[in-house]
């Protein structure tokens, strides 16, 4: 089972204003088609704060109608298991610095 971090899916739902690099394309359709996999099944685990940095940032680039359904959708989503993350889980990271 992969980790499933925020940037995929800002990467994937993000417009910016500007025209994006070739890298950035990319990195954009690459990010589309690992949604496309998830929401065809695909077994992912993230955390809560993960899907709350998805919120922070797209927040500005989605109505919040279409913010709400992509949440829900997230949360819903057997196939994406919210696994906890404690405080000494990340003092043990900040260990491994």
Same mark, same amino acid.
């Given at each position: 089972?992969?980790?499933?971090? $925020? @940037?995929?899916?800002?990467?994937?739902? /993000?417009?910016?204003? /500007?025209? #994006? &690099?070739?890298?950035?394309?990319?990195? !954009? *359709? =690459?990010?589309?088609?690992?949604?496309?996999?998830?929401? *065809? %099944?695909?077994? +992912?685990?993230?955390?809560?704060? =993960?899907? &709350? *940095?998805?919120? @922070?940032?797209? !927040?500005? $680039?989605?109505?919040?109608?279409? #913010?709400?359904? #992509?949440? +829900? %959708?997230? #949360? &819903?989503?057997?196939?994406? !298991?919210?696994?906890?993350?404690?405080?000494?889980?990340?003092?043990? $990271?900040?260990?491994?610095?």
């Amino acid at each position: 089972m992969r980790f499933l971090d $925020a @940037n995929v899916f800002i990467y994937a739902y /993000y417009k910016p204003k /500007y025209k #994006l &690099s070739e890298k950035q394309r990319k990195i !954009k *359709e =690459h990010a589309k088609e690992i949604v496309r996999r998830i929401n *065809e %099944g695909e077994d +992912v685990m993230t955390t809560i704060f =993960h899907i &709350s *940095e998805v919120s @922070n940032i797209l !927040k500005r $680039a989605l109505s919040i109608e279409d #913010l709400y359904s #992509l949440l +829900v %959708g997230l #949360l &819903s989503l057997d196939n994406i !298991k919210i696994i906890d993350f404690t405080k000494e889980d990340y003092l043990g $990271a900040v260990e491994l610095m």
